[in-house]
């Protein structure tokens, strides 16, 4: 019974009908979603996909945002052009530090990735000249979007939502270039490598050439989702390279559920939607969070999508597809 | 540069860390024996620095009442640092370390803002004992007296430490555990309350760090997540889990931080970050420390 139901094509659409519904706020908040779900599922190629464990992923999300930022305020960059930049300006960054990173293992790896993130933090905070230090880059200018003006159905928007429209386009060719890159080849070897280090090893894999490439890639994807969050957010501040911002991705991660593709976007969009409720209610929203994260640690270490895959077999009492790989692709390459 | 404003600068230096060697020291502590890297010390730290203006309010600020106030957070803060491990965090020991570390990043989420529902988000300090109130002329610098006092506590406890942990029985047991669980369960030792005795030590330290730092500087919400990365910083110069590795870790931190700012204004929060990375790429187990695994 193979009934599928093509979910990322209905989300896709889904999103697209938010700006008409007419609410600036529920714009927002998707637009928040979109973007932070890149930016978690960039750190799960690491943690969920070749078992790396990083504390410093913000430090590209903030290389991203500050290097889109300043060439579009200060230079006058085009955006897309800006937005690639910050990208790639991220990317070379996670290889200079990727480099030192992946010759240590485990703990010793988080510790340098948290380190490499601080010296990230204290450049921003300090530069003052160019990143403008404490205070951050207010007034990042969103993109030129006048000729959307000439599209119909389009041009009535607010330019937040016709930004949003312009996010979730490039989000979505960012996740189909994930998700390639995960199905790939490439990928594989990355899952066996979180699987086994030392088989991979010995079938004649360059284990830290291989972390290194999804380490470049991981920052290349996270600085993207920065950029975009840099206008996003009408500023870029230091607070963006901070290691409690590191945690972010994680919780989110954590939340979705890291076995799976699409539970790092599940856990962003569920993190953000409790952040709105919740701050309605009370200021002490990192309580909730903290208490949310202890009964997930505890009692549902899958994640969301974990859960309700689970939930699924034993309604069904069938395997579903599991999050590792059924098949072994070390004997059926050696 | 005059001697003494250099001396003085030292002197500054010595001084910070002295006080990050009070915490870096319990954070080693711990994931030496249970390797397990708490980013929740800092929020310890936190709470030792409220309870002790907490108990200075109720004693009244005259008087010495400051050294109970100090003992009385660092044993509440060692107290709740025990319950937390035994209640919550041993469930976690055979899951990756993501998890545990995500655990105690929670503790800091919930912690602060427990604290800030407490104690409000206002600055709040607390004044010098009366007995080490004055200060003193040293080499043309004025040196408070508290400061020197705190000069003086660091290399003492880190002498109480290194003997209890080479010379007596329990601190043989305490190095076995960090060297070989299973083993030292085989032969009969109960390593679940070792787990918890060095939560509890490692929780008191935070906190008589926190207590003790409040005549110095201000309480401030935030201070719990500044100083974990520096407590980060000095444990792993030093070597995670070596002792005196944290505590030649911590010199080094407080001079870099002190000169630092003569050399490059402005950048010392960015060169001991530097220093850090500068040693897990050509030292990853520190400068006293053993490769471990």
Known sequence: ?334 | MEPSFLFGQFLGGLTAAMFLFLIASGLSLIFGVLRVLNFAHGSFYMLGAYLAWQIVRWVGPEGEGFWLAALGAALGVAILGAAIERLLLRHLYRREELYQLLFTYALVLVLADVAKVTWGTGQLSVSRPPSLSGSLQLLGITVPHYNLFIILLGPTIALVFWLLLQRTAIGRVVRAAALDREMLSALGANVGWIYTGMFFVGSFLAGLGGALVTPTQSIVPGMDVAVIVDAFIVVVIGGLGSFWGTFLGALIFGQVLAFGILVFPGFSIFAVSALMATILVVRPWGLLGRPIR
């Not at chain 1, 010793?108 to 990230?120: K, S």
């Not at chain 1, 206008?231 to 590191?246: E, L």
Request: with cysteine.
């Open chain 1, 1 to 334: 019974m193979t009934r599928r139901v093509p979910w990322t094509l209905l989300v896709a659409l889904t999103l697209l009908v938010v700006p008409f519904l007419g609410s600036r706020f529920y714009t927002f908040v998707a637009t928040d979603i979109v973007i932070l779900a890149l930016f978690a599922t960039s750190l799960n190629l690491l943690l969920g996909f070749t078992g790396l464990v990083t504390f410093g992923h913000a430090a590209y999300f903030g290389i991203g945002a500050y290097t889109c930022a300043l060439l579009m305020k200060e230079l006058g960059v085009p955006f897309l052009l800006a937005w690639l930049a910050g990208g790639a300006m991220a990317a070379f960054f996670a290889a200079v530090f990727g480099f030192f990173c992946v010759r240590l293992t485990k703990i010793y790896f988080a510790m340098l990735t948290l380190a490499f993130a601080q010296i990230v933090w204290a450049v921003c905070f300090k530069w003052n000249d160019v990143t403008g230090g404490e205070q951050g880059l207010p007034n990042v200018p969103y993109p030129d979007l006048e000729w959307m003006d000439a599209v119909p159905l389009l041009a009535d928007f607010r330019v937040g939502d016709k930004f949003f429209f312009v996010a979730l386009v490039l989000v979505a060719c960012c996740f189909a270039a994930l998700r390639r890159i995960v199905d790939s080849p490439f990928g594989r070897i990355l899952t066996v490598i979180r699987d086994n280090p030392e088989r991979a090893q010995f079938i004649g894999i360059n284990v830290r050439l291989y972390e290194l490439a999804a380490f470049v890639v991981a920052g290349f994807f996270a600085g993207l989702s920065g950029a975009l969050f840099g206008i996003f957010n009408r500023g870029v501040f230091p607070d963006f390279a901070y290691w409690t911002k590191s945690a972010e991705p994680l919780i989110m991660t954590l939340l979705g559920g890291m076995g799976h593709f699409w539970g790092p976007a599940v856990g962003a969009a569920a993190l953000i939607i409790l952040n709105q409720q919740i701050t309605s209610y009370t200021e002490y929203w990192p309580f909730v969070l903290g208490l949310v994260l202890m009964i997930l640690l505890f009692a549902f270490p899958g994640g969301i999508v974990g859960t309700l895959a689970g939930a699924r077999w034993r309604l069904r009492r069938r395997p579903v597809t599991l999050p590792k790989p059924a098949s072994d692709p070390v004997s059926r390459n050696a």
